[in-house]
């Protein structure tokens, strides 16, 4: 069983910057795709941004040029570096990651608020 924790979510201003953290379990080189959710109140859970296991990256169009998304497999962490936020990206954010012929794994999410 796999598990993977968010951290370094909380209250910022418009603006402001944050680093969300996602600690996995195992090595976060056995997954093929490793990535971060979000969730606003009654709307679906929408994609942020991925990373292959070939490093090959995909970020919606609302956060290009904003956000980052990257991996550190010495400490199994996977990270998503959140520049200029804005209102409309609060939300629950969640960490995301496949590993071959494994179902998808989830973590429990950690709250972004944007507000001044």
């Known amino acids: 069983q796999v598990q993977l924790v968010e951290s370094g979510g909380g209250l910022v201003q418009p603006g402001g910057s944050l680093r969300l953290s996602c600690a996995a379990s195992k090595s976060i080189s056995s997954f093929t795709i490793l990535g971060w959710y979000r969730q606003a109140p009654g709307k679906q859970r929408d994609l942020v941004a991925v990373i292959t296991h070939t490093g090959s990256t995909t970020y919606a169009d609302s956060v290009k040029g904003r956000f980052t998304i990257s991996r550190d497999s010495d400490k199994n962490t996977l990270y998503l570096q959140m520049n200029n936020l804005k209102p409309e990206d609060t939300a629950v954010y969640y960490c995301?990651?496949?590993?071959?012929?494994?179902?998808?794994?989830w973590g429990p999410g950690t709250q972004v608020t944007v507000s001044s």
């Open positions: 995301y990651g496949e590993r071959v012929r494994e179902v998808a794994y």
